[in-house]
């Protein structure tokens, strides 16, 4: 992660938001007061601001005061990419803590997800995903044996599979997701540090080759009060179809 | 709705999958079987299999007899429309109940989100939404007030209100929606009829004019046992930007 000023300047007004510290509405410090804090200069102080409020954490801006605006990160699905890439790409510290890596036979959900059938050796991967050493969500990922085989060779600890996959030429292209809630079970509550029962966002991924075989299914669980989905849309200038004409990029 | 007899037969078989009548997993009759209870030729028949086949609740086809694969209902991203619009698109019934219509100062969440002054005038609106006279989401809407003034001259239980501010020149062409998960709150609970704690799907959706005037905010809870969301997305080429190159619509 980039250890710059206004890159640490940021992570810390940013851990002081997510941690409650600042809540919705509080004053975030003035720039002056940063300065002084940082022995900064007013440069990384205004980029470390601007990078708060392109990620919507803080408004104000043009002559007003910077308040806390939310609490939760949004993450856009215009960018498909890895939780280690999006959480460094908003200038966070991303981590993760693998529970268990295991060749087990497909049940039946996980085989009918994959299009395998019923016992078909995968390799299965429970990791619990933080952001600023806050445990932020858990990932339960089945890969197809010849992706997943490739993982007993790698730390999954150190940083992103998605990259280590991609450089050893796994690297689908295309995805599909499935959004909903589930109450959290009990590995959910014990890892996530919330009650039996809480609603966590729930992302379901598959992920197919470029011949279209699945490579990855994957069930993710997000702690709502962190971590939130955004899309934006624009709509077609002919109502009665109501297709998207354009598609824009969120900041 | 189109009240043509493939839609008419697809609708049962979709009632009966929702309401769990058939579970995942469970055969749906076959071919011969539903033209005999519907005493009609296999053309409707096919056409009833494969549009629930395209909504992802059944599977089968190529030989392979029909199963339930799932009983939620994805609501894919790729189309930007109304509640109505979209279920009527799968097939299925919309209905809504409007439970209130108020003018009311905005309170300072609202404010907020529209970015007006609290305490500005706006028109609130709480409908239950319906699909084939099942309660599956619960939207509280507010309108700035001079779009939402529009709605006490129309009877918000006949139809999409988004079609007729449509009609009326009000058609805001951008939208952006950030999706969480939140507990069900004595009112969805006894509406949605679920319990209290329970996890809902929730989108809310901030709707801009050409100029990029706030027109609408919007929180809307859904039964995710219901409905989903579901996104494809393509990576480029280029891993290390991870940006999307190019977007399939879902069928």
Same mark, same amino acid.
């Given at each position: ?104 036979? @497909?049940? %039946? ?6 299009? *395998?059938? /019923? ?5 299965? !991967? +429970? $990791?619990? #995903? ?50 909903? @809630?589930? %109450? ?6 014990? *890892?996530? /540090? ?5 609603? !966590? +966002? $729930?992302? #379901? ?47």
């Amino acid at each position: 992660m980039d250890d710059s000023l206004h890159n640490r300047i940021a992570a810390d007004i940013r851990r002081r938001i997510l941690s409650g510290d600042l809540q919705v509405g509080a004053a975030v410090p003035s720039e002056s007061q940063l300065c002084s804090q940082w022995n900064a200069s007013r440069g990384p102080v205004r980029q470390a601001l601007g990078a708060l409020r392109s990620e919507g954490l803080i408004g104000g801006g043009r002559g007003k005061p910077p308040v806390v605006l939310r609490q939760s990160i949004s993450q856009p699905f215009e960018t498909f990419m890895s939780f280690s890439r999006w959480v460094a790409g908003i200038g966070g510290t991303p981590g993760q803590r693998t529970l268990e890596i295991a060749r087990r036979p @497909a049940d %039946a959900s996980v085989a009918d997800a994959l299009g *395998l059938t /019923e016992g078909t050796p995968v390799v299965q !991967l +429970l $990791r619990l #995903r933080l952001i600023d050493s806050r445990p932020t969500m858990i990932e339960r990922t089945t890969f197809i044996e010849p992706v997943g085989r490739l993982l007993f060779d790698f730390d999954c600890d150190s940083g992103s599979i998605y990259a280590y996959l991609a450089s050893k030429g796994i690297d689908p292209p295309h995805a599909n997701h499935v959004i909903d @809630a589930v %109450a959290a079970d009990t590995t959910d509550s014990s *890892l996530l /540090e919330i009650p039996t029962g809480a609603p !966590l +966002l $729930r992302e #379901r991924r598959l992920a197919t080759s470029v011949s279209g075989e699945p490579v990855e299914y994957s069930d993710d669980r997000y702690r709502p009060d962190i971590v939130s989905f955004s899309i934006e849309n624009t709509e077609s200038a002919h109502p009665a179809l109501a297709r998207i004409a354009e598609r824009k990029t969120a900041s």
